[in-house]
């Protein structure tokens, strides 16, 4: 598994000749890259005495905003290698053989059965990453403001996951009909603008408490 190895081998596996892992991958470990920094923002929040001087529920709501992310954070982990096999299902159908016409229409099944997987990998991460930006977001007011520039990079971050995975998503639609790629067009041209709007507004509140 990608994810056991050491921050400078998933580096060099990258940098490499390799077709995977790529931009999905990449994106998901992103995410939770900045689902960790968000993590960091509420371990240093969560003790401190402005912290402990808020009402039960609000203390409340923060943790379970917390334990949610670090549960994304786990699936966004496992999407690391999910999106590395999809993209070798691909690879796997497209070599098969294709020299009978049986052979053809079943290497086609694969394929197009392939490319829908290819394409849920990415979009699953879009959507994991947008759900921990929310929560981020919800986060801001009664943390750590010592810490709050993390938590603003890791906002950052899980934006630029949402769009590198998007990439993904796009490049695997050609196949698709014209209305299946403006349904799927669609769906996550609404995640990237919400995204967008989330990130942008999370900055102008964070940058007035810095």
């Known amino acids: 598994m990608l994810i056991e190895k050491t921050a400078l081998e998933i580096l060099n596996e990258i940098d490499s000749s390799s077709p995977t892992p790529g931009g999905?991958?990449?994106s998901a470990l992103v995410a939770a890259l900045g689902i960790s920094l968000s993590g960091m923002y509420a371990h240093l929040s969560i003790h401190?005495?402005?912290?402990?001087?808020?009402d039960e529920s609000t203390r409340q709501q923060f943790l379970e905003h917390f334990?949610?992310?670090e549960d994304l954070k786990k699936e966004l982990t496992q999407a690391i290698d999910e999106d590395c096999k999809a993209y070798d299902h691909v690879m796997s159908a497209c070599r098969l053989?294709?020299?009978t016409d049986e052979e053809i229409r079943f290497r086609q099944k694969e394929i197009q059965?392939?490319?829908?997987i290819a394409i849920e990998s990415p979009y699953h991460i879009m959507e994991l990453s947008l759900q921990a930006s929310r929560l981020c977001e919800k986060m801001i007011s009664n943390g750590n403001k010592n810490a709050i520039s993390d938590l603003a990079c890791g906002i950052i971050f899980l934006d630029a996951a949402i769009?590198?995975?998007s990439v993904n998503v796009e490049i695997n639609l050609s196949s698709l009909d014209e209305k299946e790629r403006y349904e799927?067009?669609?769906k996550i041209n609404h995640l990237l603008e919400e995204s967008r709007h989330i990130k942008e507004k999370a900055l102008l509140q964070i940058k007035t408490l810095l």
């Open 24 to 26: 999905g991958s990449v």
């Open 48 to 54: 401190k005495k402005k912290f402990l001087a808020l």
């Open 67 to 69: 334990m949610t992310l």
């Open 97 to 99: 053989p294709k020299n």
């Open 113 to 116: 059965q392939a490319t829908y």
């Open 163 to 165: 769009q590198g995975a």
């Open 184 to 186: 799927w067009n669609t």
